[in-house]
């Protein structure tokens, strides 16, 4: 029997029409513009200025505590500016932009294909080569990757959790890194392992994905160090069983309690494409210059994986795959279920860019609002064991201490609430606002 998590979820189509795209290679841009922010956490310093030259994996910006991440040039050339420029939201943010000058790469970078095998160094080490290639979460959390590697004194990790789920409908990124990067990933699992000091590694796929199962199943069969350690678990669709919690009440059959971390059930979770990007950065030198990005759609004449330099803006990819649909209603940065609708793509692919999502009018439409029913399906479908009918009102009401009692920072933002309202109330839109209000209280309580 396939497992799965316990509370709630929904059952989305899951429209994985560029499932057999191979990955491609995207064209280097005239111009690159360099979020300074591309992680949850204090966004980085700029370490370069204006008339800079740089070369790919140079540091551009550095980390500002401990929970930041480095910024690396994704090109070489020069640094044309520094500077607050729109992100998809059309807000500014710290930037840098690089004037591209052929493709020079930071020696210290290992370019073969050659795949390195063995990893001698001690946790302290790995984590220090992670840290200093910005690794960060690429299943769109961005969350940086040598703190949930750095274990709080008296807690302890007793698994690894590599989420290939990719349980948002439309996206195949981590599908296709699973199935043409195979290796390299086992590999980045057991350096994660050495990193956590844990002897078991678990990698949850749905089984809408048979051949991933099937070829990592493959592989690890074929050497006996990774048959011993390394397990393959098939899961049950069902959204959002990609979320950690939901993942490790899958797999674990162990319940994080509302407000704690996986950490504190024994737990690390790493999506498919950080793990890789683990690999890159300990065992070839090399920081996060580039990932895949799902740019698909219904309408889109040719959905595609690319291989982008972070940077790139994010209108040549949709160009590149087709053009915009004529009858586009949103342009989404990730998938329908947590993705954003983007009010500027001409805006850059970041770390956190896993699918950019070309809807047609008559899907992007919302239906008309109207009164709550009381049905209840929004707690049922909530796989937090919320209320989210309750908190959307608060939220609306601005009633942030009642929010805070309801245990709205436990809210995971997967949408299930939304998508199984039959009244067609913006649940998840009141939710986030609250959410982000009740956040900003608690750390500024926590500061005092």
Same mark, same amino acid.
């Given at each position: 029997?396939?497992?799965?998590?316990?509370?709630?979820?929904?059952?989305?189509?899951?429209?994985?029409?560029?499932?057999?795209?191979?990955?491609?290679?995207?064209?280097?841009?005239?111009?690159?513009?360099?979020?300074?922010?591309?992680?949850?956490?204090?966004?980085?310093?700029?370490? $370069?200025?204006?008339?800079?030259?740089?070369?790919?994996?140079?540091?551009?910006?550095?980390?500002?505590?401990?929970?930041?991440?480095?910024?690396?040039?994704?090109?070489?050339?020069?640094?044309?500016?520094?500077?607050?420029?729109? #992100?998809? /939201?059309?807000?500014?943010?710290?930037?840098?932009?690089?004037?591209?000058?052929?493709?020079?790469?930071?020696?210290?970078? #290992?370019?073969?294909?050659?795949?390195?095998?063995?990893?001698?160094?001690?946790?302290?080490?790995?984590?220090?080569?992670?840290?200093?290639?910005?690794?960060? +979460? !690429?299943?769109?959390?961005?969350?940086?990757?040598?703190?949930?590697?750095?274990?709080?004194?008296?807690?302890?990790?007793?698994?690894?959790?590599?989420?290939?789920?990719?349980?948002?409908?439309?996206?195949?990124?981590?599908?296709? !890194?699973?199935?043409?990067? +195979?290796?390299?990933?086992?590999?980045?699992?057991?350096?994660?392992?050495?990193?956590?000091?844990?002897?078991?590694?678990?990698?949850?796929?749905?089984?809408?994905?048979?051949?991933?199962?099937?070829?990592?199943?493959?592989?690890?069969? /074929?050497?006996?160090?990774? /048959?011993?350690?390394?397990?393959?678990?098939?899961?049950?669709?069902?959204?959002?069983?990609?979320?950690?919690?939901?993942?490790?009440?899958?797999?674990?059959?162990?319940?994080?309690?509302?407000?704690?971390?996986?950490?504190?059930?024994?737990?690390? $979770?790493?999506?498919?494409?950080?793990?890789?990007?683990?690999?890159?950065?300990?065992?070839?030198?090399?920081?996060?210059? #580039?990932?895949?990005?799902?740019?698909?759609?219904?309408?889109?004449?040719?959905?595609?994986?690319?291989?982008? %330099?972070?940077?790139?803006?994010?209108?040549?990819?949709?160009?590149?795959? +087709?053009?915009?649909?004529?009858?586009?209603?949103?342009?989404?940065?990730?998938?329908?279920?947590? +993705?954003?609708?983007?009010?500027?793509?001409?805006?850059?692919?970041?770390?956190?860019?896993?699918?950019?999502?070309?809807?047609?009018?008559?899907?992007?439409?919302?239906?008309?609002?109207?009164?709550?029913?009381?049905?209840?399906?929004?707690?049922?479908?909530?796989?937090?064991?919320?209320?989210?009918?309750?908190?959307?009102?608060?939220?609306?009401?601005?009633?942030?201490?009642?929010?805070?009692?309801?245990?709205?920072?436990?809210?995971?933002?997967?949408?299930?609430?939304?998508?199984?309202?039959?009244?067609?109330?913006? !649940?998840?839109?009141?939710?986030?606002?609250?959410?982000?209000?009740?956040?900003?209280?608690?750390?500024? %309580?926590?500061?005092?």
């Amino acid at each position: 029997m396939l497992k799965t998590f316990r509370l709630g979820g929904v059952h989305p189509h899951d429209y994985k029409i560029s499932r057999d795209a191979a990955i491609r290679m995207f064209d280097i841009p005239a111009t690159v513009t360099i979020p300074l922010g591309q992680h949850i956490g204090a966004p980085a310093t700029a370490a $370069v200025k204006k008339g800079d030259r740089v070369l790919v994996g140079d540091v551009i910006g550095t980390a500002t505590g401990f929970v930041s991440a480095n910024i690396h040039s994704s090109v070489s050339g020069t640094v044309t500016s520094v500077d607050a420029v729109p #992100d998809g /939201a059309n807000l500014r943010k710290p930037a840098v932009t690089i004037a591209v000058e052929g493709d020079e790469w930071n020696p210290a970078i #290992d370019r073969s294909e050659t795949l390195v095998r063995e990893c001698t160094l001690e946790p302290k080490e790995i984590i220090a080569k992670i840290a200093a290639a910005g690794i960060v +979460g !690429l299943g769109g959390a961005t969350f940086p990757t040598q703190v949930k590697l750095s274990v709080p004194p008296g807690k302890k990790a007793e698994m690894l959790i590599i989420n290939g789920v990719e349980c948002e409908p439309y996206l195949t990124a981590d599908y296709r !890194l699973m199935m043409e990067r +195979g290796e390299e990933l086992l590999v980045g699992c057991e350096i994660l392992m050495r990193a956590l000091g844990v002897e078991k590694c678990y990698i949850g796929i749905e089984n809408n994905k048979p051949e991933a199962i099937g070829h990592l199943r493959q592989l690890i069969a /074929a050497d006996t160090a990774f /048959a011993s350690r390394i397990e393959v678990v098939p899961l049950k669709m069902r959204y959002p069983q990609g979320g950690e919690k939901q993942l490790i009440a899958a797999i674990a059959k162990r319940e994080v309690p509302s407000g704690a971390l996986p950490i504190d059930v024994g737990a690390v $979770v790493q999506n498919v494409g950080t793990t890789f990007a683990v690999y890159q950065a300990v065992q070839k030198n090399r920081p996060i210059v #580039d990932r895949v990005v799902t740019v698909t759609g219904k309408k889109l004449a040719n959905p595609s994986n690319l291989l982008v %330099r972070i940077g790139t803006p994010i209108s040549s990819l949709i160009e590149a795959c +087709g053009g915009m649909p004529e009858d586009t209603g949103k342009v989404i940065n990730g998938g329908p279920m947590m +993705g954003r609708a983007m009010a500027n793509i001409d805006a850059p692919v970041t770390k956190g860019t896993s699918g950019v999502l070309l809807m047609d009018e008559r899907s992007s439409l919302r239906a008309s609002e109207m009164p709550c029913i009381s049905c209840a399906k929004c707690v049922d479908a909530c796989p937090m064991g919320l209320e989210p009918y309750l908190i959307s009102k608060l939220s609306r009401l601005r009633l942030y201490d009642r929010l805070e009692r309801e245990r709205t920072a436990d809210c995971i933002e997967c949408g299930c609430c939304s998508f199984t309202c039959p009244s067609h109330l913006p !649940l998840l839109d009141y939710i986030r606002l609250g959410k982000a209000e009740t956040m900003k209280l608690i750390r500024a %309580r926590q500061a005092k």
